[in-house]
Nanobody, 117 residues
């Protein structure tokens, strides 16, 4: 069992920065691929960034060069540093944990990010 708790969302002006954190408890965090997804009103949930247990990283084209995902296995935490934020980054951001088809997938409760002047 894995529990995921996100924090760090909020209201920020365009061009600003936010750092999201996702603390995991329960199972063996280091073995999971951790990801950040987002869902804007009226849109489908989409992958923002992911980081594998071995440190392999993937970003959506829309956030490359602006967002950075990282993980600290000692703290069971994954981070998403978001810089140069744009209004189109406004969404609920969800933390995700995956470990292949034989294991259950986990989601956090989401944290709201609003980019507006």
């Amino acid at each position: 069992q894995v529990q995921l708790v996100e924090s760090g969302g909020g209201l920020v002006q365009p061009g600003g920065s936010l750092r999201l954190s996702c603390a995991a408890s329960g199972s063996i965090f280091a073995y999971y691929t951790m990801g950040w997804y987002r869902q804007a009103p009226g849109k489908q949930r989409e992958l923002v960034a992911s980081i594998t247990s071995g440190g392999g990283i993937n970003y959506a084209d829309s956030v490359k060069g602006r967002f950075t995902i990282s993980r600290d296995n000692a703290k069971n935490t994954v981070y998403l540093q978001m810089n140069s934020l744009k209004p189109e980054d406004t969404a609920v951001y969800y933390c995700n944990a995956q470990r292949g088809v034989l294991y259950r997938e986990y989601w956090g409760q989401g944290t709201q990010v609003t980019v507006s002047s």
